[in-house]
């Protein structure tokens, strides 16, 4: 399956230049300049009507005067005259471009209207389009500097993709100074057509590419980004650094590049949802560059700090503690051992200090130990240039000690200039070290959100629950009855009328228009009871003294009523009032206040918030956020990130709350947001939980219309498990079929299915001999994007066990009008019709999705795949580029 269409942006064989020049300030000079200069080994040719020649090489008037095929187009013109350019490189077979051009979206309306333009004129010659207003693409490997950035960097194993030129170019002489080298360097621009999605599909296939940085400044398409994302950091480590998180930065990112930016708040429960580690600043960019370069892992969060000096040993120690790092507690093996080899005063502890006259042997010895304790996840050495302290041979022991062990090992050599060396060193070595013990701690953090972050991208919850289903279309009808009326906000009684739809407790709420009717429902509920203004104008009803609490007597009740609607006629004429809701009192004995909120972001869309709740909660500011759809797991990290979580446990004779009450109110919640794109906010505020019981007991939701032909999950960024799609057939022999999506759980049964199958069906499948799926492969099988991709597998039960049978996948392609697919049946289960049925399922799905065509490549000496496609009514023809293949298409 071809997995991405920009390749020829990476590895062109041959490229123009539009706007190549002899002027020293010429943007299209200095491209051209660049690729002469970096020893690019393709054909380069300058496109210029006004020049004959430039710096030796032939430039042509037009492309047609180029007798050969051009891969990609570097254009540095008039903003104006790009899109005439891109039809120009259309009619010769041009596959990328990239444009240099500034003068779009940072000119307004205008600008904006010329990028249309410019994108409409690629996708009509269906040509890939990076920029505008970018630095250009950097491929160190193949010597390719398609840039304004003057040097083409070493080659490593870091991409770093970035909105801003100006961070590329500082990024790229970091580096330099570091030793650090790169696979990639992308300057995205405007980003109007490539965007970070593309470039990630890219990255996460690269075999050059082992870690990738992201700067980012606005989103455009939250679903393709979300999903580039994950799909990369499935396969290898994902940094970004955000922009625009206050709104000084973000007016300067809605002028610079037209972006849209969103919350700072939402965006780092994305990075978390998405198995990404998200980072505050470049210099913290820097570090995480260095320890996920080297290739090693944290695999859980317990550090030890080897030492010369107590003052930075106590530095790190104290930045460990304050981003969650634990300091590992040592084995009595490891203590008899540092007895044996450190001095008697070294501290007896973790840091181990190792004592100012510190001989590099004995850093080595320290080191060693550290390494072989279980009870160690990973080590920072610092030195300190003492007066007897050799800090290049204490380098060279340190790296002697990680050479045969996988965990990660960092380095902090304090000092300048006489330290240099070492620090040298350290870098050809490829062991990050750093200048500072608090830079050093943080770089080790990094790692540890990574491992965290991970276990979140790992999920994959489905939108309902089996047990218990909810009444959605009970619910759905609530809101469409609301809206029929003109009204976007739910009254309390409708609003609760959807929570217990969704199975979520609730106090029954009566609304009242008269004292009498307050009264009668008080006295059936039973007293005491609550009273609340009830308007769809009014968001906090506090902000009337409209809720009145443990109104016990009839009389109460009555002057209660008249009351509450009394004062808030006074402070809000102009808003609407229904009436006053009466409620039974909820008992607060060992409660605790809670809140649970929905929102839409603009970019990201419908977002749960869970946080102390109350009347104080504005003002503590105790909230977690995540992405729906939810899960066990997904819940409890929400609640552990709030500081009310610490409140749950049992204190001061108070029972510990029911945190699974919680947790089934939480998936209910993810279940609402999930079915009813109706809903654009809700605020459930106060949750009364106590050790037996949580209850809803306020709830205010607004509504408005779901936007026309939206697909199924297309208001969420993250599509959940679709599990509507399992289903069970017969087979000829009375065997059951299950037909369902693949999960990230799979993995192991995927790996044995590969394994089991036929040299021969190995091959027609993968069109070349593999023994079984890498480790990167697995990961991109079955942890999948079920929004522009579907993997359809097929099980068989022996015994307690599922086996599996077949698979058929399909992934969408640019533009969203066609899909690939692939199709493969082990060996030991032909001629039962699994292949045909897994195509129809995988066919209708397609369908449903909005793919026109399905499209896929068969060696033409696969005789029996070409025979199922034909019975399913797929067109073969010739592939005109090599006659091994044939290119299958199906009109859906």
């Known amino acids: ?147 304004v950035a003057e040097h083409l960097p070493r080659r490593g194993n870091v991409a770093l993709v970035s909105q801003s030129g100006a961070i590329c170019t500082a990024m790229i002489d970091w580096a330099e100074s570091r030793g650090v080298g790169f696979s990639v360097v992308v300057s995205l621009g405007a980003a109007a057509d490539v965007d970070f999605g593309d470039v990630l599909d890219y990255l996460a296939l690269d075999p050059q590419t082992q870690c990738i940085l992201l700067y980012v400044e606005g989103v455009r398409n939250a679903r393709h980004f979300m999903s580039g994302l994950r799909a990369a950091a499935r396969i290898k480590p994902v940094v970004v650094v955000k922009a625009g998180r206050h709104p000084a930065g973000t007016r300067a990112i809605k002028s610079h590049t037209g972006g849209f930016v969103g919350s700072a708040e939402v965006f780092r429960a994305v990075t978390e949802r998405a198995g990404v580690v998200q980072v505050g600043n470049l210099e913290q960019l820097f570090a995480a560059a260095q320890v996920f370069g080297a290739r090693r892992r944290l695999h859980g969060d317990r550090i030890a700090i080897i030492t010369n000096g107590g003052g930075p040993g106590v530095l790190a120690a104290d930045r460990a503690v304050e981003l969650g790092l634990r300091l590992a507690t040592l084995s009595d093996k490891t203590r008899q051992t540092l007895e044996q080899v450190l001095p008697d005063h070294w501290s007896h502890g973790n840091p181990i200090d190792i004592i100012g006259d510190a001989t590099p042997e004995r850093y080595r010895a320290a080191l060693t130990a550290c390494l072989a304790d279980p009870e160690v996840d990973g080590v920072l050495c610092i030195f300190s240039p003492l007066v007897f ?75 309902l629950s089996y047990e218990d289903p909810p009444d959605v279309e009970g619910a759905r009808l609530i809101i469409e009855g609301v809206m029929a009326e003109g009204r976007k906000v739910l009254g309390t009684v409708e609003a609760k009328a959807i929570l217990a739809a969704f199975r979520i407790p609730t106090m029954q709420a009566i609304l009242t228009r008269t004292p009498n009717e307050a009264l009668m429902s008080a006295e059936s509920l039973g007293l005491p009871v609550v009273m609340k203004i009830s308007s769809p104008d009014l968001e906090h009803k506090s902000d009337v003294d409209g809720v009145r609490l443990n109104i016990d007597d009839a009389q109460s009740v009555r002057r209660t009523f008249t009351e509450i609607l009394e004062r808030a006629r006074r402070l809000r004429p102009e808003a609407r009032l229904d009436g006053v809701t009466v409620e039974r009192m909820v008992a607060t004995r060992a409660a605790r206040e809670l809140m649970i909120a929905v929102f839409r972001d603009k970019i990201f869309g419908p977002v749960i918030a869970f946080g102390a709740g109350g009347a104080t909660f504005e003002i503590l500011g105790d909230r977690a956020l995540a992405l729906p759809p939810l899960n066990a797991f997904i819940i409890e990290t929400l609640i552990d990130h709030t500081r009310i979580a610490r409140l749950m446990g049992a204190f001061q004779h108070m029972p510990p709350m029911n945190r699974v009450a919680l947790a089934r109110i939480l998936q209910r919640v993810s279940e609402m947001v999930c079915e009813l794109p109706e809903i654009i906010a809700m605020d459930i505020n106060p949750l009364i939980g106590n050790d037996k019981e949580v209850i809803a007991v306020d709830v205010r939701i607004k509504v408005d219309y779901r936007p026309p032909q939206l697909p199924p999950y297309g208001h969420m960024a993250i599509h959940p498990y679709p599990s509507h799609l399992i289903e069970c057939v017969q087979l000829p022999d009375g065997r059951d079929l299950i037909i369902r999506p693949i999960r990230p759980e799979d993995a192991e049964m995927e790996q044995a299915f590969v394994r089991g199958l036929s040299e021969q069906t190995k091959y027609f499948r993968f069109m070349q ?66 292949g045909s049925r897994l195509m129809r399922s995988l066919m209708q799905n397609a369908r449903s999705r909005g793919f026109r065509t399905m499209e896929g490549d068969v060696l033409a000496v696969n005789t029996r795949m070409l025979a199922l496609v034909k019975s399913l009514g797929f067109r073969i023809e010739n592939d005109p580029q090599d006659p091994a293949l044939k290119r299958v298409i199906k009109v859906l």
């Open 1 to 147: 399956m071809r997995l991405t269409d920009i390749d020829q942006l990476f590895t062109p064989t041959a490229v123009a230049v539009f706007g190549a020049s002899e002027q020293p300030t010429s943007i299209g000079g200095l491209v051209f300049r660049n690729l002469l200069a970096g020893g690019y080994k393709g054909q380069c040719y300058a496109v210029n009507p006004k020049y004959a020649q430039i710096l030796d090489h032939p430039c042509y008037k037009h492309l047609s005067e180029i007798d050969k095929q051009i891969d990609l187009a570097l254009i540095a013109i008039p903003a104006d005259q790009v899109p005439a350019v891109l039809d120009q490189c259309g009619s010769y077979g041009v596959k990328a471009a990239v444009v240099y051009s500034a003068g779009f979206a940072e000119r307004g309306e205008i600008g904006l209207a010329l990028q249309e333009r410019m994108v409409e004129a690629a996708r009509r010659n269906r040509i890939r389009v990076m920029g505008p207003n970018c630095l250009g693409v950097i491929r160190p490997q193949h010597a390719l500097n398609a840039s």
């Open 389 to 463: 302290a050799d800090p290049l041979t204490a380098a060279q022991q340190v790296v002697e000690a990680t050479r045969d062990s996988r965990k990660p090992v960092l380095a902090c050599w304090m000092g300048g200039e006489r330290v240099q060396e070492a620090r040298t060193l350290l870098s050809q070595q490829n062991l990050p070290h750093f200048d500072s013990p608090e830079t050093a701690i943080e770089a080790l953090s990094f790692l540890a959100a990574h491992q965290r972050n991970q276990k979140l991208l790992m999920q994959s919850p489905a939108p």
């Open 769 to 834: 001999a593999i023994k079984e799926l890498t480790p990167e492969m697995l990961v991109r099988f079955t942890q999948i994007d079920y929004d522009r991709e579907m993997a359809l597998i097929g099980v068989m039960k022996e015994g307690n066990a599922e086996i599996e049978v077949g698979v058929a996948r399909y992934m969408g392609r640019p533009g969203g009008e066609s899909c690939e697919f692939a199709i493969v049946v082990s060996d030991q289960h032909r001629n039962l019709g699994i």
